[in-house]
């Protein structure tokens, strides 16, 4: 007896406790971005942190990229319904950015925004612990500008759109302040196995 959709030949590992609701597994790795793709060049790249509307710390690549790296591989789920099992992932943790800084966060909650004018908020307690990375490789190599590149928000167990790519900084903010699609009526949190989607899921 086989399982269904399994073809292998090794034992089935069970997938199925790591797909969420209403979700679909894909082998490739859609894009999806809401405008063009910006080509942002390195020597013109920079990571600011803010405090309000107030600049705490900025970086430029080279001197980001001298920040301690971490890898991790997880499962991302975007909104669409698609998820991808073992994304591998590296960059530096939201952790260590805070920590180059000498900040200890200020406020409860993130905007994160990017140069392609997208934003998008989150918790802050969401991307601390080991949980949100800076990431500048996908899978071992620079990551493609399509999918972010030279770095994105990786936050994995929330919807990939709360993921920004081509970030360019976190800001602290007093209050959960709606995002790009937040505004547009997806969640405010977006937890894939609540499936909170939209607005009022
Ligand atoms: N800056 C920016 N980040 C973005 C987006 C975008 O349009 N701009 N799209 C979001 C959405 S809706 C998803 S599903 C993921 C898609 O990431 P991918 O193209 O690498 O799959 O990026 C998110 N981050
Ligand atoms: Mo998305």
Redesign the pocket.
């Known amino acids: 007896m086989f399982t269904r959709g399994f073809t292998g030949r090794r034992p089935a590992p069970d997938l199925t406790d790591r797909i969420p609701p209403g979700q679909h597994l894909v082998p490739d790795?859609?894009?999806?971005?809401?405008?063009p793709t910006p080509h942002v060049d390195t020597s013109n790249w920079s990571f600011t942190l803010r405090v309000g509307p107030k600049p705490v710390k900025q970086w430029t690549w080279d001197e980001f990229n001298a920040l301690p790296r971490t890898s991790y591989t997880r499962d991302i789920h975007?909104?669409?319904t698609w998820s991808k099992l073992d994304t591998r992932w590296e960059g530096v943790l939201v952790d260590d950015v805070l920590a180059a800084a000498g900040l200890t966060p200020p406020t409860d909650f993130l905007l994160a925004h990017?140069?392609?004018g997208?934003s998008?908020n989150v918790p802050v307690a969401d991307v601390v612990g080991g949980k949100g990375m800076i990431a500048v490789h996908f899978d071992g190599a620079p990551l493609e500008a399509?999918?972010?590149g030279p770095a994105?928000l990786v936050i994995p167990h929330l919807?990939?759109?709360k993921?920004?790519?081509?970030?360019n900084g976190l800001q602290f903010t007093t209050r959960d302040e709606a995002g790009?699609?937040e505004l547009r009526g997806y969640h405010m949190y977006g937890d894939p196995w609540r499936e909170q989607r939209f607005t009022n899921d």
């Open positions: 790795f859609p894009v999806l971005s809401a405008g975007c909104v669409t990017s140069f392609d997208y998008t399509d999918h972010g994105r919807y990939f759109w993921s920004a790519k081509w970030i790009f699609w």
